[in-house]
Every structure is written in C-alpha cells, then in structure tokens.
C-alpha cells in the first residue's frame, strides 16, 4: 500500500534505481499559489549529495509537474509530480538478491514478492522514496502557513549526544522559521561540532549511527481530531511509520511521563487575553485525540543506517547456508540529519487530512 490518506490523499511511486519516483495528491483545494522556490528549498534540505553526514549520492531532486498547476496555482485536478534518477550505480546490489543485508527489507520482501522486488538500492522500500513525500509536504505546508499553521523539527539527538528540547508552551516563529530552512537543524547549534564528530567517527569505522528528532505544529486550532481511532495521534503515527529506518514516537512527555505521578504529568488549564491555554504541555498539545491549542510536540526515532560496509552475516537463499556480505554502494553514516524535512512533510500532509475532515481548512 503506497496511498495515504482520506480528504488530501497522496499515491506514491518509482523505486530508486528506477526511470524515477513522483507522487500523485488528490483532493488539494484549487486556487492556491505555489511558490515553487519554497518547495525546491525543501527537496534540497532532503537531497542527498549535500553534507558529508549523508550518502555521497548526488541527486538535484528537482521535481517535474505534470498535472494540477497551472501559472504556479493548484487547479483542483490531481497533482502530480516525478522525480528522474540520474545518479545509480545498480551493479553495486548484484549479490543482494540471494544475500539479503542485515536489517534491510531484502528478505521480507523476498518473501513477499516471491523474489520479484527490486533489489536495486532497496528498490520500493528505499528512503529516496522520501522524496517525493518531502514534495507533498512542501505544497501543504505551504496552504498550512496561510492558515496561521506553522511546522518545524530539529535533530533532537544523534547517538547520546542531545540537542535541547522545545518549549512546550512558546516556541518563538523565529525559531520555527530557521528550523524550517536548516540542513543541519538544532536549537542549541553548539551540539553540531559534537554530532557531526559521532558521525564522522561512525563513517571512519565502516558504521553508522541513529537518532530521535523532535518535531512541533504550531497554530493548530482547537478542537481538530477526533477520539478513539482518528485521532491526531493516530493520523500523524500512521504516516510517520511509512517513513523508512522509524522505529518509535511519542507525543508530549512520552515515556518519560510514565515515571511522573499524575499531580506533575498534568497540564493545569487557565485564562491568557480570553484564550484559554495550560501551564505546561505534557499533553502534547492533543486530549483524546484532539488538538488542544497548544503545540503539538512528538518525538521520533530514527535507527541507523543498516547499511555499513564492514562484513556481516547473512543467508545463502539459493544454497541455504549461511554466509557472509560486505555491503557496497553509497549510504548515510547517519539518517537523522536527512530525515528531518521528512518528518516534518510527513507531518503536514497529515495535519492538512485532519483539519480537512472537520472543515477547519
């Protein structure tokens, strides 16, 4: 299943080695002006190529619109947009097929697929299908910021090493604005000499590194969501695990909350100008499902890079032995820092779905 979505739905495709990969959204409002250079702004944040704590890979990501605008505007019809691969090299995954990497989708897929999935570079499963979920997300937040709504993320950690954390009742618009447009985006960018250290240190070794990032919605209004299975909570996870390499999320004090008694883990309600607001955001900006007011803050996990080039043990599926592989080709050391503009598309195609259901757009 590569669609997601029930009021702005979003239809995935390509595989990383392919011709190229794109996406179709379905249902966008027509009438809204585009400003092209803001969505080039945010491919580029996720480009590969850019930062030596990314994949030597070097791809523009320069997206070609197909349908659904017109002179820069959405037209009403369905949006879609391709992304041409011009950087592979496919002979680096030949032995792939009957060795499947450690942590990687080669063997399940296998499986699934009966042996008929794309190896090449991870083939449907790979991060570069990140790309044009970044796409899809530069056009919705974009409709989003009109609407007063603004999104942003920050590497919350790589490692042990630890960025600050958001306030939780005043994230200032001059922070979400530079975190919004940052490659390498932290609160307190003193940690970037530290983490860029790890990860370099990891890549030296023939490793790889993972993290969290924490992200947060500012403006949402109150009132968004629903209870039991449609809640913010469940929408934004929902998209955010078809993210590659996620593997956790929590919403405002998370698991942390659970070592609180419920006298501190609470969030005392009062009076600001009429406006009613709380003392502090364990909450997370969501009650039962709905928004509150307040920011929505989540963090999320990002395990790391599973493919590294010192030699690991694998399977033989033709012979069924066991084996070895030394894993080639161009990787991460670290998927973090390329993740955050994911997380945060992600986020706002979600949030766009969910003030969509209840008209709030």
Not at 124 to 152: D, M, W
Not at 187 to 216: H, N, P, V, W
């Amino acid at each position: 299943m590569s669609s997601w979505g029930n009021n702005i739905k979003i239809s995935i495709f390509g595989e990383s080695h392919g011709n190229g990969i794109g996406v179709v959204i379905d249902g966008l409002p027509s009438g809204e002006r585009l400003n092209l250079d803001e969505i080039y702004l945010q491919m580029s944040r996720r480009a590969p190529g850019n930062d030596k704590a990314a994949t030597p890979r070097l791809e523009k990501d320069m997206p070609e619109m197909l349908s659904g605008m017109l002179n820069d505007t959405t037209t009403g019809a369905p949006l879609c947009a391709v992304i041409k691969n011009t950087n592979i090299r496919s002979q680096d995954y030949g032995n792939m097929l009957k060795h499947p990497r450690p942590s990687h989708a080669d063997y399940t897929g296998y499986v699934r697929y009966n042996g008929f999935n794309d190896i090449r570079g991870g083939g449907h499963f790979s991060g570069r299908l990140t790309a044009p979920l970044v796409f899809a997300g530069a056009v919705c937040r974009q409709i989003l910021e009109k609407k007063g709504i603004k999104i942003a993320a920050h590497i919350s950690s790589i490692g042990n090493i630890e960025d600050e954390m958001f306030n939780g009742t005043d994230i200032s618009d001059e922070l979400m604005e530079r975190l919004s447009k940052a490659t390498f985006g932290l609160i307190d960018q003193s940690c970037e000499y530290k983490m860029r250290s790890l990860i370099e240190e990891c890549r030296m070794s023939q490793d790889s590194i993972g993290g969290t990032i924490e992200c947060a919605v500012v403006g949402m209004p109150v009132g968004a969501g629903s209870p039991m299975f449609n809640g913010i909570e469940n929408v934004i996870s929902s998209i955010i695990f078809g993210i590659p390499a996620v593997k956790g999320i929590e919403f405002g004090s998370g698991f942390e909350g659970t070592k609180l008694r419920g006298s501190q883990n609470n969030d005392e309600f009062y009076y600001d100008s009429g406006v009613v607001r709380t003392r502090t955001n364990n909450h997370g900006g969501i009650l039962g499902g709905i928004s509150s007011g307040m920011p929505i803050i989540f963090r999320t996990a990002i395990k790391p890079t599973p493919s590294i080039s010192m030699k690991q043990r694998t399977v033989d599926l033709d012979s069924k032995t066991n084996s070895e592989i030394e894993i080639q080709g161009r990787h991460d050391p670290c998927i973090v820092v390329r993740a955050v503009p994911v997380i945060e598309s992600a986020t706002a195609v979600a949030i766009i779905n969910i003030l969509s259901e209840v008209h709030k757009l």
